[in-house]
Nanobody, 116 residues
Framework: EVQLVESGGGLVQPGGSLRLSCAASGFPFETYSMTWVRQAPGKALDWVSTIGIDSSTDYADSVKGRFIISRDNAKNALSLQLNSLKTEDTAMYYC??????????RGQGTQVTVSS
């Protein structure tokens, strides 16, 4: 059974940082690209970033230069470092097994709230 468990969200002031984590199990993690998506209240899911099996990375223009995606295949773990956070980054963040465009399977999400 595929399991994806996100953690690390919270309340942070504009300009602050957070590090999100995703613990993966139930599939050969190292053979899949992994993706982060987010969903703000009342809005559709938005693609944030993808990391390939070769650790190549891709980012949405809205987060490029501020967010960093990484993976640790030995620990079956995916991470997203969020820097220089803005109020518009407020959303539920999900990790997804697969390339950009995939939205399932995904975890239960972790809430990021950016507010002063």
């Amino acid at each position: 059974e595929v399991q994806l468990v996100e953690s690390g969200g919270g309340l942070v002031q504009p300009g602050g940082s957070l590090r999100l984590s995703c613990a993966a199990s139930g599939f050969p993690f190292e053979t899949y690209s992994m993706t982060w998506v987010r969903q703000a209240p009342g809005k559709a899911l938005d693609w944030v970033s993808t990391i390939g099996i070769d650790s190549s990375t891709d980012y949405a223009d809205s987060v490029k230069g501020r967010f960093i995606i990484s993976r640790d295949n030995a620990k079956n773990a995916l991470s997203l470092q969020l820097n220089s956070l803005k109020t518009e980054d407020t959303a539920m963040y999900y990790c997804v097994r697969g390339r950009r465009g995939y939205t399932i399977p995904r975890g239960q999400g972790t809430q990021v709230t950016v507010s002063s």
